[in-house]
């Protein structure tokens, strides 16, 4: 079988100019989604009968935690085909998601602080599920500066993508031991949302919103990647060639 | 010539390490007065109640231990690094997970081990029952021994790089954070009179698993590091 078509994807032109023409198609339904989801949100959706209008924070929040998580996964199984393949495009691919998903779980960590404080009392509590997002943060943070500070590119690409599976493989366990960890201490005092059956009207706004989440970081992928390429490949000819086109 | 077997050369490695880490009894002594240090400090900044201090043991011996043996780990590989012996043993043919085992047992026994067995002054020190100290001394000696495991990694992927040690802390002590849970609750159990074992348990299946996979993964990133 002829396979020229696939190791076409991994070479640093074709990719380049591919991302260039996806990154619209990505970026113009996200916004389009987003506008839609926030005024399906912040707008048509009823208040909810506990939480009032504070609960529409949920189509930020939500969907930034799912998305902390949805880049974690890409970025370890991206950073696993650059390391057993030895495709350079796959860690460049990690690269460019590393801090997109750390600027995520921020934006998840801060909205959850915020939703908090009207209806928790508080800003912060130690509840499993804040705490595993935190420590999801300190994974992403401590692959950006393993990547920093390592000077030449295919070492910090390989030693990154051993820490994103090293990472990957902890965490369930992280997961599972902070809950347990949770559910001795604390018990409930906090009751979590605990999966209200949602209505078709505050639940549609939500799924448009992690769509257009999703679709906002092909978007972004798209775009870093092409600057990532572009500082990897500084010195080829073809890039000369392409820029001066 | 003859050639060394896999486990004579794990032996050999474990040996040379203890011995090269006993010439040099500062470091050696370093981690236990460390943690003597940081299990001082708790009762100043707290209280020094003893019965306010009992509730605290186990978060605070399980916090000082994982802070001092992290500190060792920084020069696990950076001597074998600097002098061209870590070349020579991704030269030897030698399987490097085995070779990592070897180090990382001989880092354990020289900084988890003199912890595990200090460790009962500490906690009588702190208020912990006298019948809690076995559980104190097993979950430290399963937990950094886990440390030891996942330090080795960390210590691999920073070798020789500016501001390792810092680097090296942000990378490790997040993946320790589930045995630090499961530790410090043994001796909260141990201490309120409980049977310590599911916890116990939990924290050795955690060490059989990183015992496993974790040498694999020193292996590569000292592969990645060497070049």
Redesign the interface.
């Known amino acids: 079988m002829n396979w020229t078509w696939l190791h076409k994807f991994a070479s640093p032109p074709h990719a380049y100019r591919l991302a260039g023409r996806l990154a619209p198609w990505f970026g113009w339904p996200a916004f389009l989604l987003i506008v839609a989801g926030l005024y399906g949100g912040l707008v048509l959706a009823p208040a909810d009968y506990q939480q009032g209008d504070g609960f529409r924070i949920l189509y930020v929040h939500a969907p930034s935690a799912w998305m902390s998580m949805f880049i974690y996964a890409t970025m370890s199984v991206a950073a696993a085909i650059g390391?057993i393949w030895r495709i350079k495009l796959a860690h460049a691919v990690a690269a460019a998601s590393a801090p997109v998903g750390a600027w995520f779980t921020f934006v998840a960590l801060t909205t959850g602080a915020v939703w908090g404080k009207p209806m928790w009392g508080t800003w912060w509590v130690w509840d499993a599920r804040l705490t595993s997002e935190l420590?999801l943060l300190?994974?992403y943070?401590?692959l950006i500066?393993?990547r920093a500070?390592?000077d030449d590119r295919d070492?910090a690409d390989?030693?990154s993508a051993?820490?994103a599976?090293?990472?990957v493989?902890?965490l369930p366990?992280?997961h599972y031991?902070?809950y347990?960890?949770n559910t001795?201490h604390q018990g409930a005092t906090i009751t979590k949302l605990g999966k209200p059956s949602i209505t078709g009207e505050m639940l549609w706004p939500l799924l448009t919103m992690i769509v257009a989440f999703t679709l906002y970081y092909g978007g972004v992928l798209m775009l870093r990647l092409r600057a990532e390429i572009l500082r990897r490949e500084r010195d080829a000819s073809w890039l000369q060639k392409e820029l001066a086109a | 010539m003859e050639r060394t077997s896999p486990a004579a050369a794990a032996m050999l490695m474990y040996r040379r390490d203890l011995l090269l880490a006993f010439r040099h009894w500062d470091q050696v002594a370093q981690p236990v007065v460390f943690f003597a240090m940081v299990t001082t400090l708790f009762p100043l900044a707290l209280s020094p109640e003893l019965g306010e201090l009992r509730q605290l043991a186990g978060g605070v011996l399980w916090v000082a231990a994982l802070l001092a043996a992290l500190l060792g780990l920084e020069f696990l590989f950076r001597a074998d690094h600097a002098d061209g012996t870590l070349e020579q043993m991704l030269l030897s043919g030698q399987p490097l997970a085995l070779l990592a085992v070897a180090k990382g047992a001989a880092h354990w026994t020289v900084c988890g081990l003199p912890l595990v067995l200090v460790s009962p002054l500490f906690a009588i020190s702190l208020g912990v029952p006298t019948g809690a100290l076995c559980t104190v001394m097993l979950s430290l000696a399963l937990g950094t021994g886990i440390l030891s495991a996942l330090g080795a990694i960390g210590a691999a992927l920073t070798l020789g790089l500016r501001r390792g040690s810092m680097l090296l802390s942000l990378l490790v002590l997040p993946l320790a954070m589930p045995a630090l849970i499961f530790g410090a609750r043994a001796i909260d159990m141990a201490i309120e009179g409980e049977a310590a074992r599911g916890p116990l348990l939990l924290l050795a299946a955690m060490l059989v698993l990183v015992l496993t996979l974790a040498p694999l993964a020193v292996g590569s990133a000292l592969r990645i590091s060497a070049e």
């Open positions: 390391l420590i300190f994974l943070v401590g500066a393993l500070s390592i070492r390989r030693a051993v820490l599976i090293v990472g493989v902890n366990i992280i031991s902070v347990w960890w001795l």
